[in-house]
């Protein structure tokens, strides 16, 4: 029984993803080329950047994110989620997903990698003009993560989300993009993601995208 129901979990989650990429694509027939895109997973999904870069008066700036992404799923969507709005600035983070056990036994931070190395590599080929701007993962709340009783060993955790971040550092260098790390004023004397700013250890409320966005400002 318990299996039926995290499979039906799981499809829901798929239909609900295919949902989202298809407004999008739809969307991105209608949005004005050339502007800023934010993309990733969920932790970018939620940000209303559209809505405060309208309200301070700075340039376009449109979302693309989808909860629950791992990088293979943005790999096989990246037409949609990054390419087709032709932006003149990227702003990414997409990979906290990944930090989990694979079921082949693979190496989380390899396939990771592998992954991300890929979508740098497409960025260059297909957006050569573009400015790209590698976000760092944000830090967790371990607290908070584990009263959600997640099963099986936890992966997402800050010491791995400290290795994530220097090899995305790493990547950035390699590729001529820039790596940006916005998280000093989201995390507590311990390093953790401030309690305060989190339900479930993960996502963010309002005002911890504020805090965020007002590190971002800078480069917008």
């Given at each position: 029984?318990?299996?039926?129901?995290?499979?039906?979990?799981?499809?829901?989650?798929?239909?609900?993803?295919?949902?989202?990429?298809?407004?999008?694509?739809?969307?991105n027939?209608y949005?004005?080329?050339g502007?800023?895109l934010?993309?990733g997973?969920?932790?970018?999904?939620?940000?209303?950047?559209?809505?405060?870069?309208?309200?301070?008066?700075?340039?376009?700036?449109?979302?693309?994110?989808?909860?629950?992404?791992?990088?293979?799923?943005?790999?096989?969507?990246?037409?949609t989620?990054?390419?087709?709005?032709?932006?003149?600035k990227?702003f990414?983070?997409?990979?906290?997903?990944?930090?989990?056990?694979?079921?082949?036994?693979?190496d989380?931070?390899?396939?990771?990698?592998?992954n991300?190395?890929?979508?740098?590599?497409?960025?260059?080929?297909?957006?050569?003009?573009?400015?790209?701007?590698?976000?760092?993962?944000?830090?967790?709340?371990?607290?908070?993560?584990?009263?959600?009783?997640?099963?099986?060993?936890?992966?997402?955790?800050?010491e791995?989300i400290?290795?994530?971040?220097?090899?995305?550092?790493?990547?950035?260098a390699?590729?001529?993009?820039?790596?940006?790390?916005v998280?000093?004023?989201?995390?507590?004397e311990?390093g953790?993601?401030?309690?305060?700013?989190?339900?479930?250890?993960?996502?963010f409320?309002?005002?911890?995208y504020?805090?965020?966005?007002?590190?971002?400002?800078q480069y917008?």
């Amino acid at each position: 029984m318990e299996k039926q129901l995290i499979e039906a979990f799981m499809e829901r989650m798929r239909q609900e993803k295919m949902r989202k990429l298809n407004n999008y694509r739809q969307q991105n027939a209608y949005i004005q080329k050339g502007k800023t895109l934010f993309t990733g997973s969920s932790l970018m999904e939620n940000f209303p950047i559209t809505e405060y870069c309208m309200n301070e008066g700075l340039p376009i700036a449109y979302n693309r994110g989808i909860g629950g992404y791992i990088t293979d799923e943005f790999l096989a969507a990246i037409d949609t989620v990054l390419l087709d709005p032709k932006p003149s600035k990227v702003f990414i983070n997409i990979g906290t997903n990944d930090l989990r056990v694979l079921p082949n036994g693979e190496d989380w931070l390899a396939h990771l990698s592998a992954n991300y190395r890929a979508i740098c590599g497409i960025i260059q080929e297909k957006l050569p003009d573009a400015r790209v701007y590698m976000m760092a993962y944000y830090p967790v709340n371990s607290a908070a993560l584990a009263a959600q009783k997640y099963p099986g060993p936890m992966v997402r955790t800050n010491e791995n989300i400290d290795k994530a971040n220097r090899m995305v550092a790493g990547l950035a260098a390699e590729y001529g993009f820039q790596y940006i790390d916005v998280n000093d004023g989201l995390k507590d004397e311990n390093g953790e993601l401030k309690a305060e700013y989190t339900q479930d250890g993960i996502h963010f409320d309002a005002a911890a995208y504020r805090t965020v966005f007002d590190r971002l400002r800078q480069y917008l």
